[in-house]
């Protein structure tokens, strides 16, 4: 009987240290929700079915929009009147964007269009993480560290009222607790995740978040959305030829070098100012009422789109986008967010932070932005604007830098915030010291294997309130090579080219390039 209770005990003992070990390196494993942005997944009718079809990015039937295109055009030279091409373009957008649209009270036009959702962790889908949209290399990322069963990707219908959306998101952090046997999740949101999650935030509270790290967050709005709200259409010589020497950019020194020179060039060309005066006047006669009336009806009652105007332009794009056709109920979730969630996400972070919340954020530069408004020339990561991914940067303009003597705007205890190629004063930031700056990467951005992503696992394994300070060969300001999939410090500033110089080397690497292939 001794040696069967002893046997018995020692099982017991045995039994209870795994279980308490496993429990304990459980604890130590925080679950990570990666909260998706716009078109992270297409949107079908009738999803999952025989008679699936895509709806979103929608499918263009070319041969319609060019014949309807031509009529327009033709109809507009014979009646010299530029509004019956207005119509035949508001015409095309409503048949493009038709499967897409939302009804009069922000809901979805159709019913049976729907995006694919994932309430399991990943350990339970098949992702080509290596080949997959930056969301999904981002969770891909974090599950290689901390295990897929640990890692959650929340995908919505970002069309619809955020504060609606925020009911999905909380089940998706009560369920990754449960599942894990964590207290707490980390959140990543990834652009208009950002308005996800501040909405969460604003409903649910922070209790159940241990970390939040932002990446290209839309949460501060899109200065482009809230100057297309409000009509504002801007074609604009320096800033188109800017936008297209970081479009052709291709991650080689010498070639974007040249690239650049060239547009830069062709940018202040006296000889095309005639031409974009005439493109800027043809582009505003265009986007009349005619097709503004489109636009509020394709965008203007997605209040998802809402979300991204930005609180100094609400009240004006307010009086502009809205008609008679937008029902009070659309009409008060544009509202409600904007009053309770858009205005204050400054105080509802602060509040978080203030009570433990750690906050990073991560916000890219040096890609301009889409050159349709005069803000074209803000410097962004080619579709959000740098000081609004930031939460507040002092940034230079695209083409520009903060000056050799330019100081900071605020001390922050004595530490340096301004980047070393004077583009970026992080000083006036939300949280200065917790955010990093990626020059010349795109939009989220972080693909599988990176030095970005090796970033991001150290974050969601740390304890406590990370610092651009904490990891060394991860300062605030990085640099990144898309091709090589690395960061490097910026070390010092943006130095004017010797346009021969580059071209030699131009040419040089394209005969060695040849010469390697044959």
């Given amino acids: 009987m001794k040696k069967i209770l002893s046997i018995f005990m020692a099982l017991v003992i045995a039994v209870t240290g795994l279980s308490l070990s496993a429990f304990a390196a459980k604890e130590d494993v925080t679950p990570v929700i990666v909260v998706g942005g716009v078109g992270t997944r297409p949107y079908y009718k009738n999803l999952g079915e025989d008679n699936e079809e895509s709806v979103f990015p929608p499918t263009v039937d070319y041969a319609s929009v060019i014949s309807k295109a031509v009529v327009g055009i033709a109809s507009a030279i014979l009646t010299s009147d530029i509004s019956k091409l207005s119509s035949a373009v508001s015409v095309i957008l409503e048949e493009i964007f038709d499967g897409f649209m939302c009804d009069e009270n922000g809901n979805s036009k159709y019913d049976n269009v729907s995006t694919p959702t994932y309430k399991e962790s990943l350990a339970n889908y098949d992702f080509d993480y290596a080949n997959d949209v930056s969301e999904i290399a981002v969770a891909g990322t974090c599950a290689d560290k901390i295990g897929a069963e640990n890692v959650y990707f929340y995908n919505y219908d970002w069309r619809i009222d955020p504060c609606g959306n925020a009911s999905g998101l909380n089940t998706a ?4 607790k449960e599942e894990t046997g964590s207290d707490k999740v980390i959140l990543i949101p990834c652009s208009m995740g950002g308005v996800q999650t501040m909405a969460y935030l604003e409903e649910y509270g922070y209790n159940d978040v241990e970390k939040i790290i932002f990446m290209s967050s839309a949460h501060k709005g899109l200065l482009l959305v809230s100057e297309l709200f409000g009509g504002n259409i801007e074609i604009d010589q320096k800033n188109i030829f800017m936008f297209f020497s970081k479009l052709l950019n291709v991650g080689n020194e010498n070639t974007d070098n040249v690239f650049d020179f060239i547009c830069s060039y062709l940018g202040s060309a006296p000889y095309l100012n005639k031409l974009f005066e005439k493109i800027n006047d043809f582009s505003l006669e265009l986007s009349n009422e005619t097709v503004y009336e489109t636009m509020r009806k394709v965008f203007g009652t997605m209040p998802g789109m809402w979300a991204f ?14 008609n008679g056709n937008m029902s009070e109920e659309l009409i008060a979730k544009i509202e409600h967010y904007h ?14 932070a203030a009570n433990g919340v750690a906050i990073d954020v991560f916000s890219h530069y040096d890609r301009g932005s889409v050159p349709v408004t005069q803000m074209a020339s803000a410097e962004g990561d080619t579709l959000i604007e740098t000081v609004c991914t930031s939460i507040g940067a002092y940034v230079s303009p695209v083409g520009e830098t903060l000056g050799e003597n330019y100081e900071q705007v605020k001390n922050c205890g004595g530490h340096s915030h301004v980047s070393k190629d004077l583009k970026i004063d992080a000083s006036t930031c939300l949280f200065p010291d917790s955010t990093w700056f990626i020059k010349g990467e795109i939009h989220v951005g972080c693909k599988y294997g990176s030095d970005y992503g090796k970033l991001i696992s150290l974050l969601i394994t740390s304890k406590g309130q990370d610092s651009v300070y904490d990891y060394p060969e991860y300062p605030q300001f990085l640099k990144s090579d898309i091709k090589e999939m690395t960061l490097t410090k910026i ?4 130095k004017g080219i010797d346009l021969k110089s580059e071209i030699k080397k131009l040419f040089e690497n394209i005969k060695n390039i040849i010469g390697s292939n044959v």
């Fill in 309 to 322: 105007v930005c609180d100094d332009y609400f009240d004006k794009d307010f009086d502009f986008m809205i």
């Fill in 491 to 494: 070390t010092e500033p943006e």
């Fill in 173 to 176: 952090v009560k369920k990754a």
């Fill in 339 to 352: 009053k309770n969630v858009g205005s204050k996400n400054n105080e509802i972070l602060k509040e978080a």
